[in-house]
């Protein structure tokens, strides 16, 4: 039988802090959508817990979930505690991610870290309520591949370009038939509202948790999908704008009641099937010229955050000086089994194609419920195909922003190799 256990938590700063997602300076102003934090223990009979967690925040690093985890077990007594840090992306909420100078606030650092291991060692220690599960799928359509349109150069809404409409659901039923929690994914950018406004926000994702509690009486944690080209469509002009108030309430709305259709009707059932396995993912760097993209970004970006990008084009040219090359990124990919759903997480922000490349490799192996999930555990900036590599635009070219010395070589099929992996590892238990 599998046992379940929810909390929750709120970690909304006061006004002031710059907010992570766009180049900006301005300082917060006002909350619009209050930050939180969504914790969901699992366990099966007398084996170690998993837990998944959700954060309304733009990402986090490998060494930030590793200390959660770590420091969680000791706190729970339980060595063998496995951990999903899933990430909004939302770029209304205050750094956690050193990025371009933007160095995360240790106040508000100490206050996400402090509040998500309580909430962690609560769940896991009254992690005693029996569970079924029922899932299912709906669909709504406020978003947009924003990939260039053929012939272009900057983003636009390229509503022929990929996208997933889908809104899949989880939902955790105690034995009375009482909702006990709601996992909801949707994939798409949460940028319905800038955060260089200055408005402190969980954006469309926490618009809808808000709807999904408010029907369900139990919390509901956002998962979310492979959505690094894709973005609410709010359109002006050849480009975006960004969304009133009551827009992002309505897009909210909209995913709401998609995912309340995707389970209605739908008997829940007993099914104690919870693991987890990790694979190494290892991104080589491509060849790359600093001073070559030094011309390019002087010719492109705005005066105000050149400093800001000599500063990534010194240090890289230092490093490739001294080191004669670039060491490889390590990161880490997962698979969590919660029940009839298998969720297969990627890293930093991968492309739509490489979430429904996971999942049909997935139904090649005849496994039919997968989530791809992006942002979680890790934030390695962009992944890409080697397509949009030879298309160019914004998501190929944005690794100084990330900080990295050059674009990876061949991000795609790394990590459909490690998909591969775990899936093979997910059908043999």
Not at 120 to 129: L, M, Q
Not at 219 to 244: D, H
Not at 265 to 290: C, F, M, N, V, W
Request: proline share 7%; net charge negative.
């Amino acid at each position: 039988m599998m046992f379940a256990a929810v909390q929750s938590f709120d970690y909304t700063p006061k006004p002031g802090l710059v907010l992570q997602g766009h180049l900006s300076e301005v300082k917060s102003t006002e909350v619009i959508l209050p930050l939180e934090g969504r914790v969901l223990a699992l366990r099966r009979g007398s084996e170690p817990p998993v837990v998944v967690v959700a954060l309304d925040l733009i990402g986090v690093t490998l060494e930030f979930t590793d200390h959660i985890r770590d420091e969680a077990r000791k706190r729970c007594g339980s060595p063998q505690l496995q951990l999903l840090i899933a990430t909004s992306h939302t770029h209304a909420a205050p750094a956690m991610l050193p990025m371009l100078s933007l160095i995360p606030d240790a106040d508000f650092v100490g206050m996400v870290e402090s509040r998500l291991l309580d909430a962690i060692v609560r769940g896991v220690k009254t992690c005693n309520e029996p569970v079924r599960f029922a899932t299912g799928a709906s669909e709504t359509y406020f978003h947009t591949n924003r990939r260039p349109i053929p012939g272009t150069v900057g983003m636009s809404g390229n509503r022929a370009g990929v996208f997933d409409p889908r809104a899949r659901a989880l939902r955790l039923d105690r034995m009375d038939g009482s909702t006990l929690a709601t996992l909801f994914y949707f994939s798409c950018h949460p940028t319905s509202i800038a955060g260089s406004t200055g408005k402190i926000s969980s954006d469309y994702p926490g618009a809808a948790r808000q709807v999904i509690e408010a029907k369900t009486g139990a919390p509901a944690l956002f998962l979310p999908g492979c959505f690094a080209n894709i973005r609410p469509n709010y359109v002006q002009g050849e480009g975006f704008r960004n969304a009133t108030e009551p827009e992002l309430m309505h897009s909210g709305e909209l995913l709401a009641g998609a995912v309340g259709r995707a389970t209605l009707g739908q008997s829940a059932r007993e099914i104690d099937r919870l693991s987890s396995h990790s694979a190494e993912l290892k991104l080589e760097y491509s060849p790359t010229d600093p001073d070559e993209k030094w011309n390019e970004l002087q010719k492109s970006l705005p005066k105000f955050v050149l400093p800001i990008y000599q500063r990534w084009h010194d240090r890289v040219k230092g490093q490739l000086q001294a080191d004669g090359g670039y060491a490889p990124l390590v990161s880490r990919m997962q698979a969590v089994a919660i029940g009839p759903v298998l969720l297969v997480t990627v890293p930093g922000e991968p492309v739509q194609e490489i979430g429904f490349a996971i999942e049909r490799a997935a139904e090649q192996r005849g496994i039919h419920d997968v989530w791809a999930l992006g942002y979680c555990n890790d934030m390695p900036g962009y992944l890409v195909t080697q397509r949009h590599k030879a298309e160019g635009g914004y998501e190929p070219n944005a690794y100084p922003y990330f900080e990295k010395p050059a674009p990876y070589a061949d991000e795609e099929n790394a990590i459909q190799r490690t998909a591969e992996k775990l899936l093979d590892l997910y059908t043999k238990t």
